[in-house]
């Protein structure tokens, strides 16, 4: 069975970071490109970025680009997600994601129907 814990949510003030980290289990997690997702109250969940299974990839939206880093150890099966200058619409519930095709090394990583596994979700609040 496998399972995604995120941890590392809370308040900050706009302009600070955050380090959101999702732990894996349940299957080889190095075979396996990881996402981040976000959703803000009343919208749909949206693409954060994604990191490709090696490591070796990474991919952002626009909204995000510049701004936030996400890395991999798959020594300790965790993907991280940092989060500098962030901003009040950054305010959501954030989820990490296992991608659904082992050795996956297309470009599509924002779709959400090709992820098979979901954590719990971790929220992030950025004041003003």
């Known amino acids: 069975q496998v399972q995604l814990v995120e941890s590392g949510g809370g308040l900050v003030q706009a302009g600070g970071s955050l380090r959101l980290s999702c732990a894996a289990s349940?299957?080889?997690?190095?075979?396996?490109?990881m996402g981040w997702f976000r959703q803000a109250p009343g919208k749909e969940r949206e693409f954060v970025g994604a990191?490709?299974?090696?490591?070796?990839?990474?991919f952002y939206t626009k909204s995000v680009k510049g701004r936030f880093t996400i890395s991999r150890d798959n020594a300790k099966n965790t993907v991280d997600l940092q989060m500098n200058s962030l901003k009040p619409d950054d305010t959501a519930v954030y989820y990490c994601?296992?991608?659904?095709?082992?050795?996956?090394?297309?470009?599509?990583?924002?779709?959400?129907?090709?992820?098979?596994?979901w954590g719990q979700g971790t929220q992030v609040t950025v004041s003003s």
């Open positions: 990191i490709s299974w090696g490591g070796g990839r990474t």
């Open positions: 994601a296992s991608h659904g095709r082992a050795w996956y090394s297309g470009n599509d990583y924002a779709t959400k129907a090709a992820y098979d596994y």
């Open positions: 349940g299957r080889t997690f190095s075979m396996y490109a």
